[in-house]
C-alpha cells in the first residue's frame, strides 16, 4: 500500500470485520481475514509494529478470479474490505469487484494512475509502469473503468526528458477509491 496506513485506517471502525483480497505481498495488519494465491506462510509484513488480526485459519489461499475462494463468505459478511494494488494485476477485475461489492459493506481499493503506467522512468527503460500489469484504472463518473494495458504502451516515451521530472512526484501516487459505492459496473 503506497497511501499511509494510517489514512486508510481511519476509514475502519475499531470493530469493524475487514477482509484483505490480495495482500499477501503486505499484508494488511487491522485486516480479519485475507484471501490470497500465497499461503499463509509466504505472508509478508511491513507494519511490524501493529500485530495481525487474523490467524491460519482466517487465511484462505485461492485464486480471486475464481468463485470458489468467495463461496466462502456472505454477502456483506464484512465491514470493510482492502483490496491494494491487485486489481490491476487479474485478468477479470470485474468479477472480483463484484464479490467485493457482494460480501463487504464499504473499502478501500488503490492502484497505480494511468500516468505511472504509461510512464518511463528513463527514456532508457523498455517497459513502461510494471510490465507485469495488465490494466490501466480511472474513475470516470463514479465508476471504476478498466482498459487492457496494451503491449504498444511500452513502444514510446510519453514523458520526454523535459517533463520526466514529474514521475518523481507521481512514482508512488495511485488512484484511490474508499467506498463502494464507486464500484458501479
Not at 485459519?57 to 468463485?67: A, M, N, R, S, T
Request: charged share 25%; hydrophobic share 45%.
Amino acid at each position: 500500500m503506497f497511501n499511509r496506513i494510517e489514512n486508510v485506517l481511519q476509514l475502519i471502525e475499531p470493530s469493524a470485520r475487514v477482509l484483505d483480497v490480495g495482500g499477501a505481498a503486505e499484508v494488511f495488519p487491522r485486516a480479519n481475514v485475507v484471501i490470497d494465491i500465497r499461503p499463509y506462510e509466504l505472508r509478508q509484513r511491513s507494519h511490524l509494529d501493529m500485530p495481525e488480526q487474523f490467524s491460519r485459519e482466517d487465511w484462505y489461499v485461492g485464486d480471486i478470479c475464481f468463485p470458489e475462494i468467495w463461496s466462502h463468505f456472505k454477502d456483506k459478511e464484512f465491514d470493510f474490505v482492502v483490496c491494494s494494488h491487485v486489481l490491476e494485476d487479474v485478468r477479470d477485475p470485474i468479477f472480483v469487484c463484484s464479490q467485493i461489492q457482494r460480501v463487504a459493506k464499504a473499502g478501500y481499493i488503490e492502484t497505480p494512475s494511468r500516468f505511472r503506467e504509461c510512464a518511463k522512468v528513463s527514456a532508457n527503460d523498455t517497459v513502461a509502469g510494471w510490465g507485469h500489469h495488465r490494466w490501466l484504472v480511472d474513475i470516470e463518473d463514479g465508476t471504476i473503468v478498466f482498459t487492457p494495458k496494451m503491449h504498444w504502451v511500452h513502444m514510446f516515451d510519453y514523458l520526454g526528458d523535459a517533463r520526466r521530472h514529474f514521475l518523481r512526484d507521481y512514482f508512488f501516487s495511485s488512484l484511490v477509491f474508499t467506498g463502494l459505492a464507486l464500484l458501479i459496473m
